[in-house]
């Protein structure tokens, strides 16, 4: 049986369309930084629980950030999925609390480790679920707000963010199979 590709929908925000998740990752923090995506993402959800809307000014910007991180999500989706075809390169000797980030000692060592917990607790739909509710009241003066655990699938998707920044700062190899 023939393996389905996964879609990442990069062409809008990114202009590609290929099939790599870390090319993804490379666009995603290229056309924003992590502290501008992670500052963004939390007035996002901020704006989610208050009958205000985000971005007033100008809402297709939540738009183009809604389907930038749905890609996200996705190429991160991959990468938990590849992660044992693939080795990361060793972390600095002093490694300092900053670039840490959100990230438990274990998996700043081993920053996959965030993705398979993240797709343990969530799945791929329900995280891009969580991404559509949030946009959603995001540009509305709703007076009603996300329904159901939002603040897990925001907090997965912070740490995401940061194993993904730490991923192509220390770069990756390929493993070879000796068979």
Not at 52 to 72: C, E, G, Q
Not at 154 to 175: C, N, P, S, T, W
Request: with cysteine.
């Amino acid at each position: 049986m023939k393996k389905r590709k996964i879609d990442f929908d990069a062409r809008f925000w990114a202009g590609y369309s290929g099939t790599c998740p870390l090319k993804v990752f490379d666009e995603f923090f290229i056309s924003c930084t992590l502290s501008e995506t992670k500052d963004r993402l939390f007035k996002m959800m901020h704006n989610a629980m208050k009958p205000k809307i985000f971005l007033k000014h100008d809402p297709s910007l939540v738009v183009h950030f809604y389907v930038a991180l749905k890609s996200f999500v996705r190429a991160s989706y991959v990468v938990r999925s590849k992660s044992k075809k693939w080795k990361l390169n060793q972390p600095p000797e002093q490694g300092s609390q900053i670039m840490q980030g959100s990230l438990f000692d274990d998996e700043f060592l081993n920053p996959f480790l965030v993705f398979e917990r993240a797709f343990q607790d969530f799945s791929l739909q329900e995280l891009e679920d969580f991404l559509t509710e949030v946009c959603y009241y995001a540009l509305g003066p709703y007076n009603d707000h996300p329904h159901g655990n939002i603040i897990s699938p925001f907090l997965h998707l912070q740490k995401m963010l940061d194993a993904a920044q730490l991923i192509r700062e220390r770069g990756l190899e390929k493993i070879k199979n000796n068979k």
